[in-house]
Structure formats: structure tokens, C-alpha cells
């Protein structure tokens, strides 16, 4: 085992951890947030949402299974969310120096130094929680000697515009034409659109799609404030005016809410794991589902033509919302769900069946 160098993990409030590094060796700042989920680190390290924060990963032994080969499908990392690193900074009690795994080519630690992306070990993530918890998320930075940084709140910065592409990517090349509003989209939403047999087509998060010809609308998932996208809510503002199906999820269920004229907020610490239990409103349907957001819609702004969708069965926040008659709705959690459940794959099906109706 290398030697490595110690550094602390400094939150806002003054409360300073002791770690090891196990990653690229530099000071960085952003927002402490915290994943309870068991396994799929490299799926939960690639994803968009968590762009500007630090992320804690609570179950104690990460790195045990390496990191998956760099192969490509249909022009995506196939094992992967994006095509990078979107974390700032990791924080796990327990690092395995070991891997083993069929698909491992590498372990965690290499993959974090060739991406520049700290990380530190030997920190008690169950007291780092607990302070989460209580106080809400807050403002941290991983300090090596010598290299101290400011505090950075990434939710006062567009996020949605460093993650979303630059210009107009078609993936497949079916029938159904979709047009995916990319907010900080996860690769698996785009392999779940492309097997079922539809052309997608990948636009920028502030791109002027009113003339564009399409079948069915999606708006993807993405960090931060949803409010910092502007243009989106603008966009959409325009295109729920019409009878064109439209889906959102995570950042999307939000970003509808806001173009309809509702309200949204910052949760205290945010939903984020695999096991997140919701209900359909006005049914016993319940489904278990991954999660990764820290902001959600304010039921009480819901316009008469608006009805929540589903509901989360641990807090009662709002989970999606749904048109009461045209072919609109939207989900704060992840059907695609790399990695976790599958329970609410099928919502995919019933917005293509919306799309095809009206075909």
C-alpha cells in the first residue's frame, strides 16, 4: 500500500474531519451531501446531478469491485453516467486497496487521479451524516497542507451550462422522434430511449426548440437550483401550451413545474440513494426507486390544471406532477435508475405510448 498524505474535510460550520488521501492530491470546495446507497459508485461519480458537491458515500467500504472498463455504445461510456467525473471531491469511511470484479480495469484510487478528483479515507461518514442531517447540507472543502481554498456554494452557479452539451447530438434512428432538453442527462435515459426503437435527439439546455420537429419532449435530470435555467423554463413555458407529450425527470419534473407557473425549494439535505420509497397519489401503488436532488416542487403553487403524481412515502414531498389533460408529466426520481431499482422502468413505455398515440 502506498503512502499517503493526510488532509481534513473543513465544513462551514467549523467542523473539521481527519482523512488519507486516495485521490488526486488538491483543495477543493463545494457542498457536502451525503448517498446512502450500497453499491454503484462509479454509476453515482459520473452522474451530472452531483456537479459542484462533495459527495459522502455512507456505506463503509468503498473501491472493493475497482471501476469498470472505459468501453463505448452507441457513442456512450458504456458502464458509466457521462463521460467524466462529476463530483468534486469523495469522502468514504473504508477504502480496498484490493478489487475484484470480472469487468474491473482499474481501481477507484487510479481513477480518480487520472480525473484530477480528490478523495479521502478513514473519515467516520456515520458522525459526518449525523451533522448533515441535523444542520441540512452545508458548504465544505477537502484542505491538503499548504493549498487552503474559500468556500464555494455551487448552487449560486448555472451548473446546468457546464454539464450540458454544446451542440446537437442524434442518437438511434427509429419512427418516434424525441427531443431530449439536456440538463446534465445520464447516459442510461438515453440507452432506455434508444431500445425502444425512437430517434433522439440531444439538444442544449437553453437551445430555442420551437421550431423543431418533433414527436414527444424530454427534459433530463441535472445539478443544482432549478431555477438558474432561465431559458429552459422560458422554453417550456411555451411548449406546454400545446398538446405535445412531454416527460421530465429529477431536474425536469422541476423544471416543468417552474414553465407552469409553480414554485420549487431547497430540501435540508436532499434525497439521495437507491431505496427511496414513493406512492402514486390516489392509489396503494408503491414503488422503490433511486434518487439524486436537493431541490423539490411546492405542492401548495400547483396550478388548478396541475395535480401532484407521485408522493415520497418517507417526507411527503412531492415526487412528480402530472397535466390533469393534456399528455404531461413529469418525476423527481430516476426510472432509468443506474444504478439502483427498476421498479418505474415502465414510465418510459407510457410516454412513448402517449407519443405514439398522438402519431
Request: with cysteine; net charge negative.
Amino acid at each position: 500500500m502506498p503512502e499517503q498524505r493526510k488532509a481534513c474535510l473543513v465544513l462551514e460550520d467549523g467542523t473539521v474531519f481527519t482523512g488519507i488521501s486516495f485521490g488526486f492530491e488538491n483543495s477543493v470546495a463545494g457542498e457536502v451531501v451525503f448517498n446512502t446507497s450500497m453499491t454503484g459508485y462509479p454509476e453515482s461519480l459520473t452522474d451530472p446531478s452531483y456537479a459542484g458537491q462533495i459527495l459522502v458515500a455512507t456505506y463503509p467500504l468503498i473501491g472493493n469491485y475497482g471501476v469498470p472498463k472505459q468501453e463505448t455504445e452507441n457513442g456512450m461510456l458504456k458502464y458509466f453516467e457521462s463521460e467524466k467525473i462529476q463530483v468534486t471531491g469523495l469522502i468514504v469511511s473504508d477504502y480496498s486497496f484490493e478489487f475484484s470484479h470480472w469487468n474491473a480495469s482499474e481501481s477507484l484510487s487510479s481513477w480518480l487521479l487520472r480525473n484530477r478528483i480528490p478523495g479521502l479515507y478513514g473519515i467516520d461518514t456515520r458522525a459526518l451524516t449525523k451533522i448533515i442531517r441535523e444542520k441540512g447540507a452545508m458548504l465544505g472543502k477537502i484542505v491538503f497542507e499548504g493549498i487552503d481554498v474559500d468556500f464555494v456554494d455551487p448552487n449560486q452557479q448555472n451548473l446546468v451550462d457546464q454539464v450540458s452539451c454544446k451542440e446537437v447530438i442524434t442518437y438511434g434512428a427509429g419512427k418516434t422522434r424525441i427531443l431530449l432538453i439536456d440538463c446534465g442527462v445520464k447516459f442510461n435515459i438515453i440507452r432506455h430511449f434508444v431500445k425502444r426503437d425512437v430517434t433522439l435527439v440531444r439538444v442544449p439546455w437553453n437551445y430555442h426548440f420551437s421550431k423543431e420537429k418533433y414527436d414527444g419532449l424530454f427534459i433530463s435530470n441535472g445539478p443544482g437550483n432549478p431555477k438558474m435555467c432561465e431559458d429552459t423554463i422560458q422554453n417550456l413555458s411555451l411548449a406546454l401550451k400545446d398538446d405535445t407529450p412531454i416527460f421530465g425527470i429529477c431536474l425536469g419534473n422541476q423544471l416543468i413545474a417552474l414553465a407552469s407557473g409553480s414554485d420549487t425549494y431547497k430540501l435540508k439535505y436532499g434525497h439521495r440513494s437507491h431505496n427511496q420509497p414513493v406512492i402514486q397519489v390516489g392509489t396503494n401503488k408503491a414503488l422503490i426507486t433511486s434518487q439524486n436532488h436537493g431541490f423539490a416542487i411546492d405542492n401548495k403553487t400547483l396550478g388548478v390544471d396541475w395535480e401532484p403524481f407521485f408522493a415520497n412515502l418517507n417526507d411527503g414531498t412531492n415526487e412528480g406532477v402530472r397535466h390533469k389533460s393534456r399528455p404531461v408529466f413529469s418525476v423527481q426520481f430516476h426510472p432509468e435508475a443506474s444504478s439502483g431499482p427498476t421498479d418505474s422502468e415502465y414510465l418510459f413505455d407510457e410516454f412513448l405510448e402517449m407519443v405514439r398515440k398522438k402519431e
